[in-house]
């Protein structure tokens, strides 16, 4: 399974956005989706939201709903995340997963299949 490559990230003002790309060379047989997940300085990796690729449906976190837009282009290979009105807290490596995700409970879940390399995002005042 070849990885997702990331794009996009780097440092940016409190406030500001960001657009992360994630490229994907190939999906494996049970993948339904691309989702984002984040690591943040002292959490565990916490999920941001995602896109199924077939239907276009997004989710998000509730920590960036309304400030983030998951979306993708008519390949179904190029998958960007975007985050509006940055804060500090949203600091740290972003990183595109392909997966099986569904829905049980009200409660997204994904099983992740190839991880992207990664990417940082420094939000500084």
């Known amino acids: ?7 996009g990230g780097g440092s940016v003002p409190t406030g500001g956005s960001v657009r992360l ?4 060379p190939e999906y494996a047989a049970n993948d339904n989706c691309v989702a984002w997940f984040r690591r943040v300085a002292g959490k565990d990796f916490e999920g ?18 309304g400030r983030s837009t998951v979306y993708q282009d008519g390949s179904k290979k ?4 975007q985050i509006t009105n940055l804060k500090r807290e949203d600091s740290g490596l972003y990183y595109c ?10 409660v997204a879940s994904a ?8 990417t940082q995002v420094t939000v500084s005042s």
């Open 1 to 7: 399974q070849v990885s997702p490559v990331q794009s």
């Open 111 to 118: 099983v992740p299949s190839t991880w992207g390399q990664g």
């Open 21 to 24: 790309a994630c490229i994907v």
């Open 97 to 106: 997963v392909t997966a099986a995700c569904s829905v049980a409970n009200g």
């Open 48 to 65: 941001v939201g995602g896109i199924y690729t077939e239907t276009g449906a997004t989710y998000s976190a509730a920590f960036v709903q």
């Open 78 to 81: 190029t998958i960007l995340l």
